[in-house]
């Protein structure tokens, strides 16, 4: 028995009166009559699309036109059913959020298509149509997928081995005196130089143009994690070390359990910076360096005028760095629930 | 509540005897030297609850953190049963002004900090959760900090301190966000605690009534640097009651100490 108990038992839920819950019921067919209405937008426009495709000739000569008009048509259905037929909740509350983008994208796609693809708006090989990058997806998926797969491999090495270099080297910087010392000077004339200046001489020093390609998206990595992972000891507040010493806390329990937690907000935001960081790193170092990747498909596209094959890469690109840095994010936020108002990505 | 704090408390730890002799501090505030603490002798015998009582600012926090180990005083020297006190050690806990709870942990992760620092934790579980039941806040045993309101914070690190089965316990204002029956019911559990396990309490406080309540010495400090002005042995037999005309003779008398008595 508590005393307390009588102040604190507000917990539990109780249940909607009778009258709220048929002013939810209401308010939840009012929100499904709007998505219904949303969702018949966002088809128009991707069935407007899917039409702008077959309803012209094509000034070039392009293979997908046909592929690209039904799978235009196909996501036009698919987002009208979805918006009529989920039922409502969280599911349903996010497929409204999304259709006015859905809506956007149709109807920039269908312009994209009239302007390069039907009446050449645009100068042509500099600005290819929806059809062309489509086609390069379909027929030159090996070299493009063996790209992908080569440039992950290095950023993932890479990051993960200046992640962890920053990391440690951050925490024993901000735990120790000694360490501190020696290394914040090198730090200090070495860290702000770009990664990719060190291109000549890495490339020169280590074995292989691999390896060099990892050094330097390493130390692009590193650099901003070991600040911030340092600056983010240093701001733990010496009342939680107290706090734990009285309580008998060993050096290492205070690194581990109240140094390194109380720094991990910071360390996410080194390990963000270190993520932009190092894409720049990567796609330089694989246009001069490895001849295999992103970049390197890219430069190659250049030199082909393959604009097409350019933009397909681009697309490819982006969505990899995006995921990278949603994976980051997600990590983050289940490492700290216990932080409120951090930003959603 | 009792079975809880009997739960807690299962062997009587004994306090320890706390000697402070002629301790001077100063702090250095951009080359410039504050004196705190000016030639502060006291002891403490073992088991005793000795309140300390003075102005903002004269270094009674400072006091407690040199009595806690967390730093050497710059003149004099401090023991614990006659051994000097050189750093902190579990069996002197402190419950500071602040609740200082980690963010990162529950509730019940901060509760149990110290016995996982003295790597004892997966023996120990029961304690965590019978020092959470003493303060009222089992239920938010998942809870973080951030989800608490200020006065259970102030709890969770009283419960924090208690499950270490400290031998001194040192208390800074531990009370002073409690809303005044919260207070009231916490002083009779610190009490009944301290009663119960014998340890020795150091407990720095504004409300001189709650000194007078539950002191067996009342150490009165000077302005900075604080010097001691009084010691009062408040010799009355617990379980005290509040209106007991003694103890309101003794509030009159020390808030007069403290130059406070014209508006009583
Ligand atoms: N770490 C520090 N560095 C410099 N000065 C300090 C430090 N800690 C405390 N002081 C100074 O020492 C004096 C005493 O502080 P202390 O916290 O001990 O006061 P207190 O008696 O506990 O006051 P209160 O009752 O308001 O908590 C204050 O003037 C304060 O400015
Ligand atoms: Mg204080």
Known sequence: MSTFSASESGLGTSRRPLSLRAAARRSDEGRLARRVAAGLAAGATWAAFGASCLWWDDLGD????????????VVAAAVVIAAAAWPPGRGGDQITRRLPWLTLLGAVLAVWELATAKFGWAPLPFFPPPQAILEVYTDDMPKLAASVLASVKLQLGGYAIGAAAGF???VAIGCSRAVGYWVHPVLRFIGPLPATAWLPIAFFVFPSSLSASTFLIALATGFPVTVLTWSGVASVSPAYHDVARTLGASRWFLITRVAIPGALPHVFVGLFM???????????????????????????AQGWAAYANMYAA????SLLCSGAITLLFKTRDRLLVWQKGVVRW | MVAAAAALAPRVVGGAALEVDRVSHAF?????LLPVLNNVSFTVAPGEFVALLGPSGCGKSTLLRLVAGLEPPRAGSLSEDGVPITRPYPSRVVVFQDPTLFPWRTVWQNVALGLQAQGILKRERARVDAALD?????????????????GMAQRVALARALVNDPRILVLDEPLGKLDSLTRIAMQTEILSLWQRSGFTSLLV???????????????????????????????????R???????????HRILGLLGADATW
Do not use: C
Request: charged share 20%.
């Open chain 2, 241 to 251: 009651h509040r209106g007991d005309p003694a103890l309101a003779e003794l509030r």
């Open chain 2, 134 to 150: 003493l303060v009222g806040l089992a239920k938010f045993r998942n809870a973080y900090p951030h989800q608490l309101s200020g």
């Open chain 2, 205 to 239: 406080t504004h409300d001189v009534e709650e000194a007078v309540f539950l002191a067996t010495r009342i150490i009165v400090f000077s302005d900075r640097p604080a010097t001691i002005k009084a010691e009062i042995e408040v010799d009355r037999p617990y379980p």
């Open chain 1, 62 to 73: 392009w293979s997908r036109t046909q592929a690209l008009a039904i799978g235009a048509f």
């Open chain 2, 28 to 32: 250095d505030i951009d080359g410039q």
């Open chain 1, 314 to 317: 681009l697309i490819v690109m």
């Open chain 1, 168 to 170: 440690l080297t951050g």
């Open chain 1, 274 to 300: 270190g993520l932009g960081a190092s894409f720049a790193v990567l796609v330089v170092a694989e246009m001069i360096g490895v001849k295999a990747g992103l970049g390197w498909y890219l430069q190659w």
